[in-house]
């Protein structure tokens, strides 16, 4: 009897939530565009209107950068069964409602339960989180969803790229991110060693 094996494109859930930096998550989709990955798109309410107040883009430009968009309360969506098979999940921004609801379990959208699917199936879950300072509530939360296989992955910029523009600062925190997932981006800046002379 002959089985034919399904080899389902490389593809990525991608959530934006109402934190600041939307333009986060809109990098992350023109990454994945890039890279040839499939791109399974959720976005929040608040991000929306985030949107509005942070960038140019239209809604409409947000959501034309995906693949396949998802309606937010639509909970009998592909990505809300652990049988879609995906890469993992990446939240950018992550608010910490968003976080918070992740950690509890209690999911209340598409976004959510997307996110609680891809821990209970031991897939990567990559949440930029967005907010400072961290309050002792802030990182406990953190800490519980570590502890579940969560990677808190807050975008801060790393210097030693010399970044030249925000634009950069945002495409190295991305592109680390997607590392998380084994996607290389091309703009991401490696660290390549100290260079001249090192004094002790």
């Known amino acids: 009897m002959n089985v034919a094996?399904?080899?389902?494109?490389?593809?990525?859930?991608v959530g934006i939530s109402?934190?600041?930096?939307?333009?986060y998550g809109a990098r992350v989709l023109d990454a994945l565009n890039d890279l040839g990955v499939e791109?399974?798109?959720v976005v929040t309410r608040a991000a929306l209107l985030t949107l509005?107040?942070?960038?140019?883009?239209?809604?409409?430009?947000?959501?034309?950068?995906?693949?396949?968009?998802?309606k937010l309360n639509d909970v009998g969506a592909s990505i809300a069964s652990g049988s879609f098979r995906s890469l993992g999940m990446i939240?950018?921004?992550?608010?910490?409602?968003?976080?918070?609801e992740i950690a509890t379990g209690v999911t209340s959208t598409l976004l959510t339960r997307a996110a609680d699917v891809?821990?209970?199936e031991r897939r990567p879950l990559v949440l930029m989180v967005r907010e400072t300072p961290f309050h002792l509530g802030h990182l406990r939360t953190m800490t519980?969803?570590?502890?579940?296989?969560?990677?808190?992955?807050p975008p801060l910029p790393a210097f030693y790229s010399k970044?030249?523009?925000?634009?950069e600062m945002i495409d190295q925190s991305v592109g680390r991110a997607l590392d998380l997932f084994g996607l290389d981006w091309a703009p991401v800046k490696r660290w390549e060693g100290l260079r001249g002379p090192v004094t002790e």
């Open 5 to 13: 094996v399904r080899n389902p494109p490389p593809r990525l859930v």
């Open 18 to 23: 109402g934190a600041s930096g939307v333009i």
């Open 39 to 41: 791109s399974h798109l």
């Open 52 to 70: 509005s107040q942070e960038t140019d883009l239209s809604p409409d430009d947000l959501t034309a950068k995906a693949t396949v968009l998802h």
């Open 91 to 100: 939240v950018a921004p992550c608010s910490v409602r968003t976080m918070s």
């Open 118 to 120: 891809v821990l209970k």
């Open 144 to 153: 519980a969803l570590a502890e579940m296989g969560a990677t808190i992955a």
């Open 163 to 167: 970044p030249a523009s925000i634009a």
